[in-house]
């Protein structure tokens, strides 16, 4: 069948692929450990569900202006003032139906055909489908390996051409937990920014970081002359697991964000107004907001040091990226790849149909050496899932020798 030119090349996303094979096969009766999709296992914080409920209660169940309701702009714009000190423009917020629509929002506004966007490899997977729909070219560029592989101007200067238009990357990093230090983001944006490229930060992860402060840099702890133009892109999903609410948001020019604003009002217009209301509760009370995440981020921090220590005792051979943030293990598999099993993908299949733990294989991602594994989930089954695939790992090296 012929499709249009915009779909054709189009992959559905692998990591919600894998999540709904894992849950069709669980719902069959199969004893599987999901740890494919990036989503919480908490539920939202009831003080923050209340305030849909209420709005609910209230009639706010209309349509909204496009780019959110004005409270909710300005309460984002409050909670990014709150966070950084610096001014933040509520004209340049646009709300959207989770941080992904913000990012297509992003990139159907700023990039077309003849445009390259530099993305931050290994990078979460809907960031090439979503420049490609804009019919973009999507041109990827990694770090050294021992260096986590973030970005640094070398790096990008080898990376771009004249047609570089973009620069896509998230800190914390999906799917490697990498994160960005502020110097080594200011590098980056200064770079962008003498380049005359839009920097597009995905900082949807920025509160769930293990480092000594509260959350990772993000554009808006640098200096304010390291930026040129850049959309920041962030959301309520993680931060309070909400991912089946919706929202999410990016902050830029305010001209830009009008072109958003009218590229979404074709789209879907507003995000659900419930939906809205609750992350209105949410950015409203910054204190309160930030403790919720952060309870959040104890228990995530926890497993991380969890999954770590029981990969360097049960699989030491897999050597793996150190998270800093966010809720994933990027782990090397290749040395364990041979005749039947020669990818990330049969790597996951297999461990899928023998251990019954779904993972995400690299290759999704960019790098097929590699499997992505979530660690947003119960202590216990993270140390079964671990368990049974240092078994398998074990029987398979036994079998080949
Ligand atoms: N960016 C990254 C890096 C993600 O992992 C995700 C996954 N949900 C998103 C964006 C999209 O988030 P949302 O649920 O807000 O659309
Ligand atoms: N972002 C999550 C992930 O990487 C959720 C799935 C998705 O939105 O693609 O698994």
Known sequence: MGFSQNISRLQPSATIAVSTLAKKLTAEGRDIINLSAGEPDFDTPAWISDGAVSGIRDGRTRYT???????????????????????????????????????????????????????????????????????????????????????????????ATQRTRGLILSSPSNPTGAVYSGAELEAVARWARDRGVWLVTDEIYRHIYYGDEPSAAGLLSLPADALGDFVLIDGVSKSWAMTGWRIGYAYTSAEVAKKMSALQSHMTSNAAAPSQMAALTAYSDPERALASAAEMTAAFRRRRDLVTRLFREALPDLPFVEPRGAFYLFFRVDSL?????????????????????????????????????????????????????????????????
Request: charged share 20%.
């Open 65 to 159: 202006p496009t780019p959110g309701m004005p409270a909710l702009r300005q309460a984002v714009a409050g909670f990014m003032a709150h966070e950084s000190g610096r001014e933040v423009a509520p004209d340049g917020v646009v709300v959207s139906n989770g941080a992904k629509q913000s990012l297509f929002n992003a990139a159907f506004t700023l990039f077309g055909p003849g445009d390259e966007v530099l993305i931050g490899s290994p990078y979460w997977t809907s960031y090439p489908q979503i420049v490609t729909l804009a019919r973009a070219e999507p041109v990827f560029v990694s770090g050294a390996e021992s260096r986590e592989f973030l970005l640094t101007p070398e790096d990008l200067d080898r990376a």
């Open 337 to 401: 790849f041979d005749d039947s099993c020669a990818d990330s993908s049969a790597w996951c299949t297999r461990m899928l149909e023998d251990t019954g733990v779904a993972m995400v294989p690299g290759v999704a991602f960019g790098d097929d050496r590699f499997v992505r594994l979530s660690f947003a989930t119960s202590d216990e089954l993270l140390e079964q899932a671990i368990h049974r695939l240092a078994e398998a790992v074990a029987g398979a090296g036994a079998a080949g020798a």
